[in-house]
């Protein structure tokens, strides 16, 4: 049994815990439970309450003495007696059901909806009738005074079937395109059905006319909601006879009073999911609603949240069994969940002994699994010099790190740090000073770290006061009684460096500015050392002087801007200076390389290559050569070969060579004929 707490409200999961298979024997059992202690603790309310793959839906009956759900696979029906607290009988369906109904007290009359079509009637000693309605159906709904069977599915009409005639009635004609759900008030019987449109249809099944139309689609859209798409009904539920909840596809569950067109109360789950599932609880007035993924409890007048619970598994039903605390899901898993919560109301009659039970854990309650051990990660290991326990017996990997056993915790860090008990003595005896401290009457000091910007901090807030003192509005918050800011002045770390370069330009006028406030800072010093911490400092105004000081500041704020400039630029060349000094003091040894005879000397890069190329055999470094062009290998006449090898050219060489190309490209294309320059005699001189 695991409990968990939210908002001071305990619930008690009973069937969390590993089950036994059936066909292990009793003496295995014992055994099992002897060796394993989540199987002695678990509780085990109703046995094999659960299904072989998924379980869809859940109902109590009207006598609360039998528990009916339905799921797959194969699909099913179990039904179970909870006086025997065992299963009473299972029924195998030909296909799966889509919803059911228990139509008597007890199980004796039970009608299912499945998916393709039919509608199975079932009595006390199984299988009675089988029917089946024309489109797809998606919920129905029965009419006690009538008799009447209201199917709505994938169709405009609202198909009837009586089953005192045994025979369809005329259908109900709607506007809308789909319906989803559907359900009829216990109190005057009004039919109202839930549509894919986002709308709420209203029928009187007297006179078979339609009696009203809300638009909850345009209802659950407000501003804090985001909606990717157009909202429709997928859950419906009366309450009494004015009230009514409608959950949508979104995931808002709306409360509506029949009299008014607005609803009362919008609650969203934030999840985006259809809701699945809407039950009253009247003693406390709250909506239990549920989703795919969560279940929550809230109230239903002020909508403020109860509590809620998340299931390991997604969620396709919820039943609350009546007049009591327990709760029971249908979800996407073999086993069924069954919550006890005692602050809805007592447990059932037949388990009254939950009430015992958690009356003596709340008398007693145990330590947690965890309070014998210490959470560490890897740096810690290492920091404590254990990591080499890392893959053994002592550390339980968990998450980014492991758990470790609290005592060798202790342990670890007394022989890694032995005088850390008395730093953490003075750390406390100093924070039992400084409480006792603050208790006194106390000078407005200012703090250790950034005591010019706390200063400048200061002053804004006077001059900001006077003028909300002017214009009669309300005084914003200091950053320094910020508890977002505090760590700001009491961590060095955060230490505004005024000689960085980035400071200096982006804050030209701090220089002068500066000066005033560390006068101002030597005044509240000497103050403090004079008064021990039994006056107040008032808070003086700024004179006119200082104000007409800070109005020539702003007037000559590029000149200030141009000197900073000016003096890093000159810090910057005297450390290039001293740089320079440095390097000529300090000497250069000579490194020196012999080169081999027969070898010019050409750069250590060629010499590389040649290693490389002097590993290689005769046939790869000809295959080289013939690639790079600079071999040629042909057959001559005789019947020899012949290669001739291309001596490469040097980078210098290639530049050389393109410049003069390009040269006598330019000259050609410049050059002009003389042609018609020539004299007409032909002979002589060209020129005359």
């Given at each position: ?19 036994l ?16 202690v ?6 085990e ?13 859940i109902k ?12 797959t ?31 008597s ?13 039919f ?80 709308k ?43 009230n ?15 009299r ?33 993924r969560?279940i ?11 509590t ?31 919550y ?38 890897r ?49 406390k ?31 804004e ?6 003028v ?16 977002r ?8 770390d ?21 000066e005033?406030?560390k ?7 000497e ?6 911490e ?63 005879e ?35 290998v ?55």
């Amino acid at each position: 049994m695991q409990v968990s707490s939210l908002n001071e409200v305990k619930i008690y999961s009973l069937s969390a815990g590993r089950s036994l298979p059936e066909w292990l024997s009793d003496r295995k059992k014992r055994a099992l439970q002897k060796k394993d202690v989540d199987i002695r603790r678990r509780i085990e309310l109703i046995q094999d309450f659960e299904m072989p793959t998924v379980s869809t839906k859940i109902k109590v009956s009207r006598d609360g003495q039998y528990i009916m759900a339905v799921g797959t696979y194969k699909p099913r029906i179990r039904c179970f007696d909870t006086y025997q607290l065992s299963q009473k009988f299972e029924r195998c369906l030909d296909s799966e059901v889509v919803t059911f109904e228990i139509l008597s007290d007890d199980y004796s009359k039970i009608v299912f909806l499945q998916c393709d079509r039919f509608v199975e009637f079932h009595s006390q000693h199984g299988h009675y009738y089988r029917t089946r309605i024309p489109k797809f159906g998606r919920d129905f709904s029965y009419h006690y005074p009538s008799c009447d069977l209201y199917f709505v599915g994938a169709s405009s009409e609202v198909y009837r079937l009586n089953l005192e005639q045994g025979r369809f009635l005329n259908s109900l004609q709607t506007d809308a395109s789909e319906s989803n759900v559907c359900d009829i008030n216990p109190v005057h019987f009004l039919f109202a059905m839930g549509t894919a449109e986002g709308k709420v249809e209203c029928w009187d099944p007297r006179t078979r006319n339609r009696v009203g139309l809300l638009d909850c689609a345009l209802s659950s859209v407000t501003a804090d909601t985001e909606i990717d798409g157009l909202p429709s009904i997928s859950a419906l539920k009366f309450d009494g006879a004015l009230n009514m909840a409608v959950g949508t596809s979104t995931g808002q569950v709306l409360l509506y009073d029949l009299r008014s067109s607005n609803p009362l109360i919008v609650k969203d789950h934030h999840y985006g999911l259809p809701i699945k599932s809407i039950q009253f609880q009247c003693q406390l007035d709250l909506i239990i609603s549920a989703d795919s993924r969560i279940i929550k409890m809230w109230n239903k007048d002020t909508g403020k949240i109860f509590t809620s619970m998340e299931p390991e598994y997604d969620i396709n039903d919820v039943c609350l069994y009546p007049n009591s605390g327990m709760l029971m899901t249908a979800n996407e898993a073999p086993k069924m969940n069954i919550y006890y919560i005692p602050v809805l109301g007592p447990a059932p009659k037949w388990c009254s002994f939950l009430d015992n039970l958690t009356e003596e854990l709340e008398e007693n309650p145990e330590s947690t699994v965890y309070d014998d051990y210490k959470f560490v990660t890897r740096k810690d290991l290492e920091n404590l010099g254990l990591a080499h326990l890392i893959g053994s017996s002592l550390l339980r990997a968990y998450m980014h790190g492991f758990f470790m056993d609290i005592r060798l915790y202790h342990k670890a860090k007394m022989m890694a740090n032995p005088f850390a008990y008395e730093e953490y003595r003075r750390e406390k005896i100093r924070q039992k000073i400084e409480e006792t401290r603050a208790q006194r009457v106390q000078l407005k000091k200012l703090p250790k770290v950034n005591k010019e910007l706390a200063l400048k901090l200061i002053e804004e807030e006077g001059e900001e006061q006077q003028v909300t003192r002017k214009r009669k509005q309300k005084n914003l918050p200091s950053l320094l009684k910020d508890d977002r800011f505090k760590v700001m002045f009491e961590n060095p770390d955060f230490q505004v460096d005024e000689q960085s370069e980035e400071f200096r330009l982006l804050n030209p006028l701090v220089s002068k500015i500066s000066e005033k406030r560390k006068r101002k800072l030597k005044i509240l010093e000497e103050l403090e050392a004079q008064e021990q911490e039994e006056e107040e400092e008032p808070e003086g105004k700024a004179s006119d002087a200082e104000s007409s000081e800070s109005s020539d500041d702003e007037k000559g704020w590029v000149e200030e801007v141009r000197k900073q400039r000016k003096l890093l630029r000159q810090e910057e060349k005297v450390k290039r200076q001293e740089k320079f000094k440095e390097d000529q003091q300090t000497l250069l040894k000579p490194q020196f390389f012999e080169i081999k005879e027969g070898e010019e000397f050409r750069s250590f890069k060629d010499s590389a290559k040649k290693q490389k190329l002097m590993k290689k055999t005769l046939g790869d470094r000809l295959k080289l050569e013939e690639k790079l062009g600079t071999l040629s290998v042909s057959d001559t006449t005789v019947g020899s070969k012949q290669a001739t090898f291309k001596l490469k050219k040097s980078e210098q060489q290639k530049k050389q060579q393109e410049a003069e190309k390009r040269h006598r490209q330019e000259r050609r294309t410049l050059r002009r004929s003389a042609s018609h320059l020539k004299s007409k005699r032909g002979r002589g001189r060209l020129f005359h």
